[in-house]
């Protein structure tokens, strides 16, 4: 019922910035915790970053002080702003977002197919 599409993503040099946005479509009722996932080959998805609602945010250790998620509630999109990145950052990042799609307002999760980011040395 619901859709995330993930853009933004490409080819940056390390030190570089990058702005990734999330818009979902569909049948919403409400939107909740949005937040960015990310995996680079060979290794487990993480989390990035959450926001709630209301805006209060978490942030992976790894990317405190770098990386911003903010969201556009009337746009029904989130945003990650990444700055100085490194090589290390390089890899698919995914969307997520819990969202009720129904009149009952039970909560799905939803995750979008992903962008790649690729930081080059």
């Known amino acids: 019922q619901v859709q995330l599409v993930e853009s933004g993503g490409g080819l940056v040099q390390a030190g570089g910035s990058l702005r990734l946005s999330c818009a979902a479509s569909?049948?919403?009722?409400?939107?909740?915790?949005m937040g960015w996932y990310r995996q680079a080959p060979g290794k487990q998805r993480e989390l990035v970053a959450l926001i709630s609602k209301d805006g209060s945010t978490n942030e992976a250790d790894s990317v405190k002080g770098r990386f911003t998620i903010s969201r556009d509630n009337a746009k029904n999109t989130v945003y990650l702003e990444m700055n100085s990145l490194k090589p290390e950052d390089t890899a698919v990042y995914y969307c997520h977002a819990e969202i009720a799609d129904n009149m009952a307002l039970v909560r799905h999760p939803y995750w979008g197919k992903g962008t790649l980011v690729t930081v080059a040395s």
């Open positions: 569909g049948i919403i009722f409400s939107i909740n915790r």
